[in-house]
Structures are given as structure tokens and as C-alpha cells.
């Protein structure tokens, strides 16, 4: 159970909180909404927003498996509590002394709900836009999903860098090497790099697939010195 333990001043070495797989999830979801958010409005990217957002799919998909399965923070039962919880721990914050967690603390874990459901909302909906599956109003479900998924990425940002300055630990910077300042007897035993390698391996294998089946130019379409030399 992910309950709250001693300061960071008062704990000692670093240990491995993260998993391999959660870490390049983590990224990876960065990544592929950042490019889907950039590539959203160009006719020319389109392949690329609809290649990043399947990605992203795809890895939420993973996430809640892993969920389920996964290391001792990695899963759900680990960091979801309900409002009591939440309410306790904003109360925490409020009164100077807040309450430190091994891994996501309450208020955190209900951010990463919304932004997993957001995650997964927003390309089945960006797909049956694509599809023409319900008319224009699903285009604009599309949009109004993905704008409220950048709003809570806005402030999922803006409390793991106040959770940092709080707590006096760099959440970003666990979040890339998988260590944190707490009791061995809290950590997790194995990284799983092996299984976030074939996450990677994976997606580039998607990617290129992808970009194989990108409409390009025929191959019988005539050069561009064929026609020249016709005129």
C-alpha cells in the first residue's frame, strides 16, 4: 500500500520506485500528445497526428494492464484512495507538513485518471471523426476532448513542480532514472527494462508501418524530366 512515510530530510538513499515500463509509458505519452496537439490543425501532418494519436492509444491501453499487474507503485490499488484520502492529503498541504508518498499521492492519482481516460477518449473519438462515423458534432467532441486533456496536463505540470518544491525532491527527475528518496522497504525490487524495451520496439515497429503505407508518388507516374522532355 502506498502510504505516506517520513520526510525527505529524514530518509536516506535512493531507491528504485519506478518500473522501466512505467517510466517510457510516462514519456511516450508525453511525446505522442505533444506531436498529435502540434500536428492537429496542418492537412499536410495528418498521417503524423493520426500516427501519434493510435500511439497514444495504444499505450494507455498498456498502462491500464499494467495497472493491474504491474509493480507494487505501478498499480492502481496501490495509489487510487478515494475523496477522504484526497481531502487528507490537500489538508496536509495546507497546514506546511504534507503528507509524503513512496509513489503517487491521492490528489496526483486522480490527475492521472482523468488524463488516462482523456488519453484514450481522445483518439477513439479523433477516429470516428476520421471515419465520419457521427458527423460534424464528433469533430468537435474530438477537439473539446484534447483541449481539456492539455488543461489537465497544465495542471498536473504545475502541482508536480509545487509537489517538488514541497516534498524537497525532484519528482521529474525520478520519473527518468526511477529512484526516490525513501525506505528501501518501499521500493520495488526489479526495473523490467526488458519489457519496456519491447514497449519501444513496438512502437517503432508501428511507426513503420505506418510510414510504409503513406500515400506517396506512383511508381508509374511520369518524372518530372519524362514531362519535360515531352513538352
Avoid at 24 to 49: K, P, T, Y
Avoid at 66 to 76: K, M, Q, S
Avoid at 151 to 173: D, K, M, P, R, T
Wanted: glycine share 8%; charged share 15%.
Amino acid at each position: 500500500m502506498n502510504t505516506p512515510s517520513a520526510s525527505p530530510a529524514e530518509r536516506r538513499p535512493l531507491t528504485l520506485v519506478w518500473d522501466a515500463p512505467v517510466r517510457v509509458f510516462h514519456w511516450m505519452a508525453v511525446l505522442c500528445f505533444a506531436v498529435a496537439w502540434l500536428s492537429a490543425e496542418s492537412e499536410r501532418w495528418q498521417l503524423v497526428h493520426i500516427t501519434a494519436g493510435y500511439t497514444l492509444a495504444g499505450l494507455v491501453v498498456f498502462r491500464i494492464l499494467w495497472g493491474l499487474v504491474g509493480t507494487r507503485h505501478a498499480r492502481f490499488s496501490d495509489f487510487v484512495r478515494g475523496p477522504r484520502a484526497v481531502a487528507s492529503y490537500l489538508r496536509s498541504l495546507r497546514g506546511g507538513q504534507p503528507q509524503h508518498h513512496a509513489g503517487h499521492n491521492p490528489a496526483g492519482a486522480v490527475a492521472i485518471l482523468g488524463l488516462l481516460a482523456l488519453a484514450l477518449l481522445a483518439p477513439l473519438t479523433g477516429w470516428a471523426s476520421y471515419q465520419e462515423l457521427a458527423g460534424h458534432w464528433m469533430g468537435e467532441l474530438h477537439e473539446g476532448i484534447a483541449t481539456a486533456m492539455l488543461a489537465l496536463v497544465v495542471v498536473h505540470v504545475a502541482a508536480v513542480v509545487a509537489s517538488s518544491l514541497l516534498h524537497g525532491e525532484n519528482l521529474v527527475g525520478a520519473m527518468i532514472h526511477g529512484r526516490k528518496a525513501v525506505s528501501p522497504r518501499d521500493g520495488i525490487r526489479k526495473a523490467w527494462r526488458w519489457l519496456a524495451t519491447l514497449m519501444l520496439l513496438a512502437v517503432l515497429a508501428f511507426w513503420w508501418t505506418q510510414w510504409q503505407g503513406a500515400p506517396g508518388v506512383p511508381r508509374d507516374a511520369p518524372s518530372v524530366q519524362s514531362r519535360h522532355d515531352e513538352d
